[in-house]
């Protein structure tokens, strides 16, 4: 069987399709371990609520001090983890109208507890509600990828924060959360994202870019166009003129390449 043109631009094009692939699973990997963290103070987090209320009340701000010596174990043994907690829905506990259970690790590797004024008389936090990392699990019921953005609520530092809803008796009580500061993130996906043969980048469910080895969109800009959360849903085609896409496996982020 002779060679022709044709022959060699599938195989390349198989190739390309191969090593992006192989990228998206590694990303994804890189994330899921992070996830991971952000499930186990979930789990923790339900169980709290859960053997509270069967003692027939409502928690307090002071019940959720249980879920430290977890916290702790995650911010330690986690090398992308910078900061972890539980965020609670307004009206969820009864002493305080809102409330984030979060715990940072600094520079020097000492742990410390964020603590913020939510009185919303006098601060400018008081309402989490309309952040992406608290909207996104709230409203779709799944994980989410939020930013990159400047984290002005925890650590002045450009992050991402990875969340996931927490529910009590079928109902949302807020969202299990995880930072991972965004040099840390490109540290370990710019030099994957550097082995494609294309231009790509990295965009959450809301389009916004998560990291880029493409000069045209850079971290942190909104890509327009495909609709990124049906996409991870299975709710949308991964065919879009002129880009190829390919989920991370499993983890809300996408992997975008332009199309020669």
Request: proline fraction near 7%.
């Amino acid at each position: 069987m002779g060679w022709s043109p044709g022959r060699a631009v599938s195989a390349a094009a198989t190739l390309d399709t191969d090593v992006a692939t192989w990228v998206a699973s590694q990303v994804g990997g890189a994330l899921e371990s992070v996830f991971d963290a952000v499930a186990a103070t979930r789990a923790d987090t339900a169980d709290l609520l859960a053997r509270v209320s069967a003692r027939g009340r409502r928690p307090v701000s002071a019940d959720l001090a249980a879920l430290r010596p977890g916290l702790h174990r995650r911010l330690t043994g986690q090398e992308l983890v910078s900061g972890a907690g539980f965020v609670a829905a307004p009206g969820l506990l009864a002493d305080v109208p809102a409330w984030l259970e979060w715990w940072q690790q600094d520079g020097d590797g000492d742990l410390r507890p964020l603590l913020l004024d939510l009185d919303p008389g006098h601060s400018a936090y008081s309402d989490y509600t309309h952040w992406d990392w608290f909207t996104l699990p709230r409203d779709t019921g799944h994980r989410a990828v939020a930013g990159p953005y400047v984290d002005y609520l925890c650590s002045d530092e450009y992050s991402l924060t990875l969340s996931a809803p927490v529910t009590t008796a079928g109902r949302f009580a807020g969202v299990a959360a995880a930072d991972v500061y965004l040099r840390h993130f490109e540290a370990v996906v710019l030099p994957l994202l550097r082995r494609l043969p294309r231009p790509a980048h990295l965009v959450n469910a809301r389009g916004r870019v998560a990291a880029s080895a493409d000069p045209a969109h850079l971290a942190g800009s909104l890509t327009k166009g495909p609709r990124f959360g049906d996409l991870l849903t299975g709710s949308a085609s991964a065919d879009h003129p002129g880009l190829r896409l390919v989920p991370c496996h499993g983890v809300p982020l996408v992997l975008v390449l332009r199309e020669d």
